[in-house]
């Protein structure tokens, strides 16, 4: 039986893809290119276009669990829903849903996809990871190569940084735990940091001053949109990331619903040290 996971390339997708192939399980990834890394297999996907939605069935009439990666469109329900059907007529059993700590289920964005799967009565279960640690090797990683800086509308609100490794562990476990855990969960690393304590942390391992420069909400929502993301779904991001000033990421500590990983903001950013070096 075979897992599928959209997004397949992606930063959680991959490191779930080996949990995975390690423990002798057969998994398909999807990409828009086709192509994914060794050892792995890659089937044409693009949730822009209906007609690849069938590939991954017809390149595996065995994947029975999925690893849901939504595209990043805000109005997404209705996109992901024909897919989330279609995999369930072709015998798909359980679904894990990445969402996000503030995506409450039939509120916005994947909220309604969370939703869904509850209706439908389906095995799934939704994870809802704070914020990524590896965002500063991504999202992050230009601006503080290039100007040494970290923008953000987060004051000092602090955040339990979450590692990638982490949530693909969780994925991993609600996709082969014997019985589906049929909920949600949030999931935080083992540390809470400011921007500012962050900045001060790469600093010292980069041997340069990286700062945290406090943005507007409005000057936020631009820089977003400099990656290609829509308004409305930057508008969206960016109140997600308003409330970390408020405390709301700082105040799952603690949570009930909160499975804590073990993966360290040091040490992503002493392992990935190139990524923010420069020639300058
Ligand atoms: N970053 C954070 O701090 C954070 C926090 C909480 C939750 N999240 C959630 O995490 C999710 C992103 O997960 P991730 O970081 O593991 O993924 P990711 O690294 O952003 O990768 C997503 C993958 O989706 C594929 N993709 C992009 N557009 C696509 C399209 N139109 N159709 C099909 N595939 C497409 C891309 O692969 P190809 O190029 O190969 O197609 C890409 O590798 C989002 O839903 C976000 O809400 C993020």
């Known amino acids: 039986?075979?897992?599928?996971?959209?997004?397949?390339?992606?930063?959680t997708a991959i490191k779930l893809a080996r949990l995975i192939h390690a423990a002798g399980h057969p998994v398909l990834l999807t990409?828009?290119?086709g192509v994914a890394p060794n050892p792995f297999k890659a089937v044409t996907f693009d949730w822009t276009d209906l007609t690849t939605f069938e590939n991954p069935f017809k390149?595996?009439?065995?994947i029975d669990r999925i690893y849901?990666?939504?595209?990043i469109v805000l109005d997404v329900f209705p996109v992901v829903k024909p897919f989330i059907d279609l995999a369930i007529s072709k015998g798909v059993k359980r679904f894990v849903l990445l969402s996000a700590s503030q995506f409450n289920k039939g509120g916005v964005y994947v909220g309604k996809v969370h939703e869904?799967?509850?209706?439908?009565?389906?095995d799934y279960?939704?994870?809802?990871?704070?914020?990524?640690?590896e965002n500063f090797g991504d999202f992050h990683a230009q601006n503080i190569r290039e100007n040494d800086e970290i923008l953000s509308v987060t004051k000092d609100g602090r955040i339990r940084l979450v590692g990638a490794d982490d949530i693909a562990k969780?994925?991993?476990?609600?996709?082969?735990?014997?019985k589906s855990p049929n909920t949600d969960y949030f999931l935080i690393g083992p540390e809470l940091y400011s921007y500012t304590e962050a900045a001060a942390l790469l600093s010292e391992i980069l041997g340069r001053k990286i700062n945290h420069r406090h943005l507007t909400n409005e000057e936020e929502i631009a820089t977003f949109q400099q990656f290609g993301i829509s308004p409305e779904y930057a508008t969206m991001l960016n109140h997600a990331e308003s409330l970390i000033a408020e405390g709301v990421e700082e105040a799952l500590v603690g949570n009930s619903k909160a499975i804590t990983g073990t993966h360290k903001l040091r040490d992503y950013l002493l392992a990935n040290k190139q990524l923010w070096i420069t020639d300058k």
Do not use: C, Q
């Open 125 to 133: 279960t939704v994870l809802r990871p704070t914020w990524f640690i």
């Open 116 to 122: 869904y799967l509850v209706e439908r009565g389906i």
């Open 170 to 178: 969780a994925a991993y476990d609600a996709l082969f735990t014997t």
């Open 59 to 62: 390149a595996d009439p065995n």
């Open 68 to 71: 849901l990666i939504a595209p």
């Open 31 to 33: 990409s828009r290119k």
């Open 1 to 11: 039986m075979t897992t599928l996971i959209t997004g397949g390339t992606g930063k």
